[in-house]
C-alpha cells in the first residue's frame, strides 16, 4: 500500500526526494524532488519523455534553455510571487545559483512538445479565497501558476496555497478524482499544521509532504501564529484532466456554504 505522508530530508548534495515513480508514492504519478544550492551551483535537468516545471522557492538564480537565460529572484515564498520554468521532453534546463537558494522539479510523463515558458509573478497572481466564509478561518491566498486552461498541452497542474495564521484551506473538504501532491513550507521553524488525507490525520511541518490519492478527501490547517505555504501539484488522468470545476465538495458539509456569520 502506498504511503500518503512523507517527512523527507535534504542529503549531503542538497536534494530531497518526495515522490517518484517507483517509490512508495509512485500513486501520485510524478516524480517531484526539491534541491539546495549553494551560490555558484549549477544544476541541469533534461528528461526525455517527461516534461518539467523548475519552480524557485528562494534565491536568486539564473534560468537557461534553448538558448535563452534569465535570472529571477525570490525572497522567500510568503512575500513574493513565483518564478517557474515548464519545458518538453528533451529540453535541457541548467539552473545557476547567484545565492543560496531553494528550488523544486516537478516531472511527469508526456511526450508532447510545446514551447518553453517562464511563468512570472504577474502571470500568477495572489487570489484571496472563502474570504468572509465559514467564520473567515478559511480565509486563503491562492495562485495557480498553470492548469488544463492555461497550459492544455501539460499532464500536470502547478500551483501555491498561503494559509493565513490559524486557518483552514482545502476547505470545504473535497476531493478529485486525480492524484495531488502538496509540499509544505512555514515562515517559523517550529511552525506545524495538520493536513489530512482521507480518514488520516498527519502533523504537517517544514518540507513535509502529502501524498494524495484520488478520491481522497484533502483539507488541511496551520497553527495560530504561523503562516504556511503550499505547493500544490496534481497529474491529470488520461482522458480526465483536473479542471477547477472537477472539486468536488463533501456533501456533508455543503450546508456550510448556507451558514449565517455571527
Not at 500518503?4 to 517531484?32: H, K, S, W
Not at 517557474?84 to 512538445?113: F, K, M, W, Y
Not at 512570472?120 to 487570489?127: H, L, S, T
Request: some cysteine.
Amino acid at each position: 500500500m502506498e504511503k500518503v505522508f512523507g517527512y523527507p530530508t535534504f542529503d549531503q548534495n542538497g536534494e530531497e526526494i518526495l515522490c517518484t515513480y517507483d517509490n512508495e508514492y509512485r500513486a501520485m504519478l510524478m516524480d517531484v524532488r526539491v534541491y539546495r544550492m549553494e551560490s555558484g551551483q549549477e544544476r541541469t535537468f533534461c528528461r526525455t519523455g517527461e516534461e518539467t516545471a523548475v519552480l524557485l522557492l528562494s534565491g536568486k538564480v539564473t534560468f537557461g534553455w534553448d538558448g535563452q537565460s534569465e535570472t529571477v529572484s525570490r525572497k522567500d515564498v510568503f512575500t513574493e510571487g513565483p518564478y517557474a520554468l515548464h519545458v518538453c521532453s528533451s529540453t535541457q534546463v541548467t539552473v545557476r545559483a547567484e545565492q543560496p537558494s531553494e528550488i523544486l522539479v516537478q516531472c511527469t510523463h508526456n511526450d508532447g512538445s510545446f514551447p518553453a515558458k517562464l511563468y512570472r509573478p504577474a502571470d500568477a497572481p495572489w487570489v484571496y479565497s472563502s474570504v468572509g466564509k465559514f467564520g473567515n478561518v478559511a480565509k486563503r491566498r491562492v495562485n495557480t501558476i498553470f492548469d488544463k486552461d492555461i497550459a492544455p498541452y501539460s499532464n500536470m497542474v502547478l500551483g501555491e496555497v498561503l494559509n493565513d495564521r490559524g486557518n483552514w484551506s482545502g476547505y470545504l473538504p473535497h476531493r478529485h478524482p486525480q492524484p495531488e501532491c502538496y509540499y509544505f513550507k512555514f515562515d517559523r521553524p517550529e511552525g506545524f499544521g495538520a493536513s489530512f488525507v482521507g480518514d488520516q490525520v498527519f502533523k504537517s511541518v517544514d518540507n513535509s509532504f502529502s501524498a494524495i490519492p484520488g478520491g481522497c478527501l484533502h483539507p488541511q490547517a496551520v497553527a495560530p501564529g504561523f503562516q504556511m505555504y503550499t505547493c500544490w501539484m496534481i497529474r491529470h488522468l488520461d482522458g480526465d484532466p483536473w479542471l477547477q470545476t472537477t472539486r468536488n465538495e463533501d456533501e456533508r458539509y455543503l450546508w456550510l456554504h448556507d451558514m449565517k456569520e455571527e
